[in-house]
């Protein structure tokens, strides 16, 4: 899925990507600096959000904040994780020796965990050039909705065993997968 075109627009898939993921008060000014696109292009895009009632603009005191609308707010949400879980499903058909991939903690299931996800890859033996890769796409892929992620390589072999003699970390992360509806 490519976001951008279902926005109609790059900046305003960007500003919605770092409204919902970054939420801080802030200006459109300093949206520009963040977000490194132009201020007419910032403003104009913000303009339109408002209109259509997706965005709302608060000030206090001397700061203003711009914010995604509680009632839009979870359907924006459910669009970006919709991208990231096809994103994680092409990688893991686009590298042969990815075996599956889990997501660790609540992040995608709850709005108030903010700038990080945790995911663990289980991958068959390979050499590191080829994981390098992986890390760098799916950091550049994070990166575009200004998350931190924490990434586990764990070798196929490797978490089998550790299911088996019941390692709490992989009975705890592959229970809460096998919970989510997106595997």
């Known amino acids: 899925m490519n976001v951008d075109l279902l926005f109609w627009s790059k900046t305003k898939s960007n500003i919605l990507k770092y409204l919902i993921f970054v939420e801080e008060w802030l200006s459109a000014?300093?949206?520009?600096?963040?977000?490194?696109?132009s201020f007419p292009a910032i403003k104009k895009q913000l303009d339109n959000l408002e209109q259509a009632w997706i965005i709302s603009k608060n000030k206090n005191w001397n700061r203003?904040?711009?914010e995604v609308?509680?009632?839009i707010k979870p359907v924006i949400f459910k669009i970006f994780l919709f991208d990231m879980i096809n994103f994680l499903k092409d990688l893991k058909e686009k590298?042969?020796?990815?075996?599956?991939?889990?997501?660790w903690d609540l992040f995608f299931l709850d709005l108030t965990y903010k700038?990080?996800?945790d995911l663990i890859f289980i991958y068959s033996k390979v050499e590191d050039v080829f994981l390098n890769d992986v890390k760098k796409e799916l950091s550049n892929f994070f990166d575009s909705y200004f998350l931190n992620?924490?990434?586990?390589?764990?070798?196929k072999s490797d978490y089998e065993k550790r299911l088996k003699y019941a390692d709490?970390?992989?009975?705890?992360?592959?229970?809460?997968?096998?919970?989510?509806?997106?595997?």
Do not use: M
């Open 95 to 103: 590298y042969f020796f990815l075996y599956d991939f889990l997501l």
């Open 69 to 71: 609308t509680k009632e």
């Open 168 to 183: 709490k970390f992989i009975l705890n992360i592959t229970k809460l997968n096998q919970d989510l509806i997106f595997n």
């Open 115 to 117: 700038n990080w996800v």
């Open 149 to 155: 992620i924490k990434i586990s390589f764990f070798e």
């Open 64 to 66: 203003w904040k711009i």
């Open 29 to 37: 000014r300093e949206l520009e600096n963040k977000l490194s696109q």
